[in-house]
């Protein structure tokens, strides 16, 4: 197992002794972004490029929403074989959000391709449109969405408070983004942009909707559910998200996600009404139910038209900048498709992203907010996975924090203290604290520091799980006080032991029967078999002698299944510490239950 890094790494982000995190309450082993490639070269890195021609692109021309041609008249009669642009006869539908899954339609507007008007003029209160083009009265050669956003409105007064903008990028743990994205990097060291780099910033669910419900909510996924939402089964329109206390501050609000399963939505009813002010969802909606097709054999990297998904967030990101310059944003953008799913896919993204900072920069974005440029956990279903550097890199997602100079220079001592916490055991409870720190500056004075400080001592081991990187995160503070459960602890020491060690075999058939029991209630799944222990660890435990912990890595038949889990055993008790998590893709196995908790278990019986 390789644990150092570099020297030149070390030096220039304080790493000492070999630890993230040295603190008495956590010491969080440093790792070495060491190449995957070899442990990945059966990964087949699908196509970057959407196969279809652009024929239109919407525009807005003096406050008015138009389609317009994308290609020169000779190219139009070339790419689509037609001998005249008349020949190609299109429609458009108008469309506007009902709810998180389904959307409302206008009656259907036909027009012709005419070689004297190359823009086409939408109805006035159009918004979203799905156009379709045929050519010999029946064969589509174009079908895509577009959408438009209202001119934003200038404004004699500026309002100088700073906004939030949430940059999230799927299954990128740190050493992930340290391999992949060198130009990224670079970009951010050389461009004199002030960041904080969080080393010990540690996720505490198995995926992204429990690892960004506390971000969003200061609550725990089960703790949401109970509180607004009975255990996911109704919509979220009633949960006590951030966005709507930066919209009753005065904030405009937005949401973007590049895949339908988004946040709220994958299994799950997502929002009834529209929960902020922008929002992509019935744009990636639309596209996912009519317009969709896949570029990679896997069908996981989606496209519509000559866009892929990812593409089109950037659009809605880009459409919004001039609003972010006329008014105090929140916004929440989440990129997920190919990042997910392969290894590699991270790589291409890299200058993308150098890309969209450097415009953010220059259109001065980035001078008016604060960038929360990070991730959910680390790469899942990889054959990366499978290793132990995998299994740990899974559990220190990316976090990169940006804010104006003049930030620092408002507030120094909270900027001293997020600088600190660049090595301190941190996660999303902490980031929404941060986030409600922003809506109420006041508590970032010197005097108020001070004062926040010396309480936040005073309390010991029972400070609170979600603390503000504005504060001085505890020395003391452990996994168990960060409301980190032990499967996702990175504060512990891992002791291989021998997969016929009597517990790892212990531990291993208690996590098969407890899985049994969960699907008891669903006798259309399978019973799990214990077919093989792949791997067994020893957590040490200093807080308590008489305890100890085994975390397992198994093989259940049917199905293939490859699963982790850790144990607690005391004495002749034993129980399971957190969920046990599944390391590989399940696909359709799972297709006869609707339940996010049970189905990455389940091996459907037909």
């Given at each position: 197992?390789?644990?150092?890094?570099?020297?030149?790494?070390?030096?220039?982000?304080?790493?000492?002794?070999?630890?993230?995190?040295?603190?008495?309450?956590?010491?969080?082993?440093?790792?070495?972004?060491?190449?995957?490639?070899?442990l990945?070269?059966?990964?087949?890195?699908?196509?970057?490029?959407?196969?279809?021609?652009?024929?239109?692109?919407?525009?807005?021309?003096d406050?008015?929403?138009?389609?317009?041609?994308s290609?020169?008249?000779?190219?139009?009669?070339?790419?689509?074989?037609v001998?005249?642009?008349?020949?190609?006869?299109?429609?458009?539908?108008?469309?506007?959000?009902?709810?998180?899954?389904?959307?409302?339609?206008?009656?259907?507007?036909?027009?012709?391709?005419?070689?004297?008007?190359?823009?086409?003029?939408?109805?006035?209160?159009?918004?979203?449109?799905?156009?379709?083009?045929?050519?010999?009265?029946?064969?589509?050669?174009?079908?895509?969405?577009?959408?438009?956003?209202?001119?934003?409105?200038?404004?004699?007064?500026?309002?100088k408070?700073?906004?939030?903008?949430?940059?999230?990028?799927?299954?990128?743990?740190?050493?992930h983004?340290?391999?992949s994205?060198?130009?990224?990097?670079?970009?951010?060291?050389?461009?004199?942009?002030?960041?904080?780099?969080?080393?010990?910033?540690?996720?505490v669910?198995r995926?992204?909707?429990?690892?960004?419900?506390?971000?969003?909510?200061?609550?725990?996924?089960a703790?949401?559910?109970?509180?607004?939402?009975?255990?996911?089964?109704?919509?979220?329109?009633?949960?006590?998200?951030?966005?709507?206390?930066?919209?009753?501050?005065?904030?405009?609000?937005?949401?973007?996600?590049?895949?339908?399963?988004?946040?709220?939505?994958?299994?799950?009813?997502?929002?009834?009404?529209?929960?902020?002010?922008?929002?992509?969802?019935?744009?990636?909606?639309?596209?996912?139910?009519?317009?969709?097709?896949?570029?990679?054999?896997?069908?996981?990297?989606?496209?519509?038209?000559h866009?892929?998904?990812?593409e089109?967030?950037?659009?809605?990101?880009?459409?919004l900048?001039p609003?972010?310059?006329?008014?105090?944003?929140?916004s929440?953008?989440?990129?997920?498709?190919?990042?997910?799913?392969?290894?590699?896919?991270a790589?291409?993204?890299?200058?993308?992203?150098?890309?969209?900072?450097?415009?953010?920069?220059?259109?001065?974005?980035?001078?008016?907010?604060?960038?929360?440029?990070?991730?959910?956990?680390?790469?899942?279903?990889?054959?990366?996975?499978k290793?132990?550097?995998?299994?740990?890199?899974?559990?220190?997602?990316?976090?990169?924090?940006?804010?104006?100079?003049?930030?620092?220079?408002?507030?120094?001592?909270a900027?001293?203290?997020?600088?600190?916490?660049?090595?301190?055991?941190?996660?999303?409870?902490?980031?929404?604290?941060?986030?409600?720190?922003?809506?109420?500056?006041?508590?970032?004075?010197?005097?108020?520091?001070?004062?926040?400080?010396?309480?936040?001592?005073?309390?010991?081991?029972?400070?609170?799980?979600?603390?503000?990187?504005?504060?001085?995160?505890?020395?003391?503070?452990?996994?168990n006080?960060?409301?980190?459960?032990?499967?996702?602890?990175?504060?512990?020491?891992?002791?291989e032991?021998s997969?016929?060690?009597?517990?790892?075999k212990?531990?291993?058939?208690?996590?098969?029967?407890?899985?049994?029991?969960?699907?008891?209630?669903?006798?259309q799944?399978?019973?799990?078999?214990?077919?093989?222990?792949?791997?067994?660890?020893?957590?040490?435990?200093?807080?308590?002698?008489?305890?100890?912990?085994?975390?397992?890595?198994?093989?259940?038949?049917?199905?293939?299944?490859?699963?982790e889990?850790?144990?607690?055993?005391?004495?002749?008790?034993?129980?399971?510490?957190?969920?046990v998590?599944?390391?590989?893709?399940?696909?359709n196995?799972?297709?006869?239950?609707?339940?996010?908790?049970?189905?990455?278990?389940?091996?459907?019986?037909?």
């Open positions: 197992m390789d644990y150092i890094m570099d020297y030149a790494v070390y030096e220039e982000h304080a790493i000492t002794q070999g630890f993230f995190v040295n603190t008495s309450g956590c010491h969080m082993v440093a790792l070495n972004p060491i190449p995957i490639e070899s990945v070269n059966d990964e087949e890195l699908p196509s970057l490029q959407c196969q279809k021609p652009e024929l239109l692109h919407g525009e807005v021309v406050g008015r929403n138009y389609l317009v041609w290609m020169t008249e000779d190219n139009i009669r070339s790419v689509f074989q001998r005249n642009v008349s020949d190609i006869n299109c429609y458009y539908v108008g469309i506007s959000r009902y709810s998180d899954n389904k959307n409302n339609y206008d009656d259907r507007k036909s027009f012709r391709l005419n070689s004297m008007r190359t823009k086409q003029l939408l109805d006035e209160d159009v918004k979203i449109v799905r156009v379709e083009c045929i050519r010999d009265g029946n064969e589509t050669i174009y079908h895509d969405v577009h959408f438009f956003l209202p001119t934003a409105e200038v404004t004699g007064v500026q309002d408070r700073i906004s939030v903008m949430i940059l999230g990028i799927d299954s990128i743990s740190h050493m983004y340290l391999r994205m060198p130009q990224f990097q670079s970009f951010i060291e050389n461009a004199d942009l002030p960041h904080v780099e969080f080393w010990g910033y540690n996720r669910g995926n992204s909707y429990p690892n960004l419900v506390p971000l969003l909510s200061g609550m725990s996924d703790e949401l559910e109970a509180n607004c939402s009975k255990n996911g089964d109704e919509h979220y329109d009633r949960c006590p998200i951030i966005w709507k206390q930066f919209k009753a501050a005065g904030y405009y609000t937005s949401l973007g996600e590049d895949h339908i399963g988004g946040c709220f939505n994958y299994v799950k009813k997502g929002f009834y009404s529209q929960p902020t002010d922008y929002i992509l969802r019935p744009v990636l909606f639309e596209m996912n139910q009519n317009t969709r097709y896949s570029c990679d054999k896997q069908e996981l990297v989606h496209c519509s038209g866009r892929l998904f990812s089109v967030l950037q659009e809605f990101i880009f459409k900048v609003h972010m310059k006329q008014h105090p944003f929140f929440f953008f989440w990129r997920a498709m190919g990042v997910h799913d392969y290894a590699t896919y790589k291409t993204v890299d200058m993308e992203y150098v890309k969209m900072l450097r415009s953010l920069q220059t259109q001065g974005i980035l001078n008016r907010s604060l960038i929360l440029f990070m991730s959910d956990h680390g790469l899942r279903f990889t054959g990366f996975r290793s132990y550097q995998g299994m740990q890199e899974e559990s220190q997602p990316l976090l990169i924090a940006f804010y104006p100079k003049w930030f620092g220079t408002l507030y120094p001592e900027i001293i203290n997020l600088k600190r916490n660049a090595h301190s055991l941190v996660t999303t409870f902490d980031l929404h604290e941060t986030l409600k720190d922003i809506l109420h500056p006041k508590q970032l004075l010197r005097e108020q520091l001070v004062k926040r400080t010396v309480a936040l001592k005073s309390l010991g081991r029972n400070a609170p799980r979600g603390v503000s990187l504005f504060l001085p995160i505890p020395k003391q503070r452990d996994c006080m960060a409301g980190i459960p032990t499967h996702y602890c990175l504060c512990h020491k891992l002791n032991i997969i016929e060690d009597s517990r790892a212990r531990a291993a058939r208690f996590i098969v029967r407890s899985l049994n029991a969960l699907l008891s209630s669903y006798p799944c399978h019973r799990l078999e214990l077919e093989q222990v792949l791997a067994a660890y020893l957590l040490e435990q200093p807080m308590d002698p008489n305890a100890y912990e085994v975390r397992v890595r198994l093989v259940t038949e049917p199905g293939g299944g490859l699963f889990g850790t144990t607690r055993f005391l004495g002749f008790k034993v129980a399971l510490d957190g969920v998590t599944r390391s590989n893709a399940y696909r196995q799972s297709y006869c239950v609707n339940n996010y908790r049970i189905e990455m278990y389940c091996y459907c019986k037909h």
